[in-house]
């Protein structure tokens, strides 16, 4: 979906640009990816992905509370960062496409009854959401 569309589907606002906001949603994916990192230690990568996930969705979520847009989609962070900071130069390409990457393997964890992640994949998650923090 395009940025376009998702502020015309009430799926971005436009807000105050909010730095509170931002820095709270940084701390966020702060816990998110320390939670990430433990919970692998005892065993749960697919609990661990979903927490790397929360974590590089969150730091993203800070970006665009910084710029003064609100979400209410998850695919919407995705198009917004991709065409306005990957765009401009202001965000690698690569970490947009991990984060919907991940944002994928999340939604068949989370909705799809996937339990089967590779202890693997979840370290890469977490590797992937450390370098988004």
Avoid: W
């Amino acid at each position: 979906m395009k940025t376009s569309e998702c502020f015309e589907r009430g799926l971005l606002k436009r807000e105050t640009p909010d730095k509170t906001k931002a820095r709270e949603s940084l701390a966020s994916s702060m816990h998110f990816l320390s939670r990430a990192e433990g919970v692998l230690k005892t065993g749960y990568p697919d609990i661990a992905l979903l927490c790397a996930y929360n974590s590089m969705l969150q730091a993203g979520r800070a970006i665009l509370f910084a710029d003064g847009v609100k979400e209410r989609s998850h695919t919407c962070v995705v198009s917004y960062l991709s065409e306005t900071h990957v765009r401009d130069g202001r965000m690698p390409e690569r970490l947009v496409n991990v984060l919907d990457m991940t944002r994928l393997a999340r939604h068949k964890t989370q909705y799809g009854g996937r339990v089967d992640v590779p202890e693997a994949e979840a370290q890469m998650a977490i590797d992937d959401a450390r370098v988004s923090c």
